[in-house]
């Protein structure tokens, strides 16, 4: 199958947004796992060639601009295409804009091959995995880690049932509600604006680990570490 762009229509209902009736960070990230998946599965990569083979998909590192985040009742047009395979990496862009065309946010990331018994990064051609990339012109610069800034305050969290996935730790899209519940009281009101997030480690269900912040400006730090390792780091610039 050729690759193509993959594209979806959607209405933000009550609960993809937040109180500010703004779509919610994790949703639409959740959107984005969501497409990528679809995808990869259309094109012939998905389920039977990974996941019930003991290979699971894992976002090591993510990149977002925003125009405007969409709102409440709001129609919107998601779009996803992958790009040219690095090695043990998997490139794949994402867009959204209106039913009108006005374009809102684009995004980037880079994806890795788990194997589920070792927790190891696999090579994906070792097991036939193979997605071929595509260029749009609609692309932003792929992620890189995020610029740390010192941290100011922390609080200890365990990983809660509900905040895991089917690949058995913390879903790479409840960071984004940990990192906003931290700094809330400093951004209540305002609007995302870029955002940078680098996953480093993955941590499971029961464990505990200490979640810290800094602020610069209108740029803010997030990262979450466990004895002394880290295991996500993520910069919010807000307006």
């Given at each position: 199958?050729?690759?193509?762009?993959?594209?979806?229509?959607?209405?933000?209902?009550?609960?993809?947004?937040?109180?500010?009736?703004?779509?919610?960070?994790?949703?639409?990230?959740?959107?984005?796992?969501?497409a990528a998946?679809?995808?990869?599965?259309?094109?012939?990569?998905?389920?039977a060639k990974t996941l019930d083979k003991g290979l699971l998909w894992i976002v090591t590192l993510?990149?977002?601009?925003?125009?405007?985040?969409?709102?409440?009742?709001?129609?919107?047009?998601?779009?996803?295409?992958?790009?040219?395979?690095?090695?043990?990496?998997f490139p794949r862009y994402y867009s959204m804009e209106t039913a009108e065309g006005e374009p809102l946010l684009k995004a980037s990331s880079l994806w890795s091959l788990l194997d589920a018994e070792t927790r190891a990064i696999v090579f994906p051609e070792k097991h036939g995995i193979e997605i071929e990339g595509i260029t749009t012109g609609n692309e932003i610069a792929l992620p890189s880690a995020p610029k740390s800034i010192p941290f100011e305050k922390s609080r200890e969290l365990a990983v809660t049932y509900s905040m895991t996935d089917l690949n058995g730790h913390l879903n790479n899209?409840?960071?984004?509600?940990?990192?906003?519940?931290?700094?809330?009281?400093?951004v209540k009101g305002l609007a995302l604006k870029s955002l940078k997030a680098e996953f480093?480690?993955?941590?499971?269900?029961?464990e505990r680990f200490t979640l810290s912040s800094g602020r610069d400006g209108d740029r803010f730090f997030v990262g979450g570490s466990r004895g002394g390792e880290t295991i996500f780091r993520m910069s919010l610039t807000y307006a």
């Open positions: 199958m050729k690759t193509g762009v993959y594209e979806k229509k959607l209405r933000l209902r009550s609960s993809d947004v937040d109180v500010d009736r703004r779509l919610r960070t994790s949703v639409l990230f959740s959107m984005f796992q969501e998946i679809a995808h990869t599965e259309a094109l012939g990569m998905g389920r993510q990149s977002l601009e925003i125009s405007r985040m969409p709102c409440y009742d709001e129609d919107i047009v998601l779009k996803s295409w992958p790009g040219r395979t690095m090695h043990l990496l899209t409840r960071y984004f509600d940990l990192a906003e519940d931290h700094i809330y009281e400093d480093s480690r993955e941590i499971r269900l029961g």
